[in-house]
């Protein structure tokens, strides 16, 4: 199902990468679905994506952080060993899987065990940018302070 957004392009500001994913992801739902792979929440702020990258060895697999894309290739040689099989029913294909992040969003850790590539994400905000709770003080009202622009020619002149 594909969905027009032009009508809300025309009528909203800065909100052009949004739509940009939004589109960009109903063309790969339509798309081919290789690998596998699960998206969990581990906690709020936790993530963990797992790949079935069933016949691929760690040097065939490589994992590209940059902003906020995670890519993730597998480079398999077709040719290399290929023994007479009867039937192939395990996919060895080459594949590229790309995951958009949200902003603070790193990679903490990735292995690979038994056919499944487990990639641990976290988010980190910056402490500049958490939200923070600001003391209101209670006393004295501030008192107000006269300013003449005489007395401020007298004290330059002393």
Not at 63 to 78: E, R, S, Y
């Amino acid at each position: 199902m594909r969905i027009d957004l032009t009508p809300y392009r025309r009528s909203t500001i800065g909100f052009d990468r949004l739509f940009d994913l939004l589109e960009a992801n109903s063309r790969a739902a339509s798309a081919e679905n290789y690998p596998p792979f699960n998206l969990e929440r581990l906690a709020d702020d936790r993530y963990r994506i797992t790949l079935a990258v069933a016949g691929f060895a760690r040097d065939e697999i490589e994992i590209t952080a940059q902003q906020n894309m995670l890519l993730v290739t597998g480079k398999k040689d077709d040719k290399a060993n290929s023994p007479n099989f009867l039937h192939v029913g395990i996919a060895n294909r080459s594949f590229e899987r790309r995951f958009e992040l949200a902003d603070f969003v790193f990679v903490e850790d990735a292995r690979l065990n038994d056919g499944l590539l487990v990639i641990d994400l976290v988010r980190e905000v910056p402490e500049a940018m958490k939200p923070k709770t600001i003391a209101i003080k209670t006393g004295q009202p501030l008192a107000a302070v006269e300013h003449h622009a005489g007395e401020a020619d007298e004290a330059k002149a002393a």
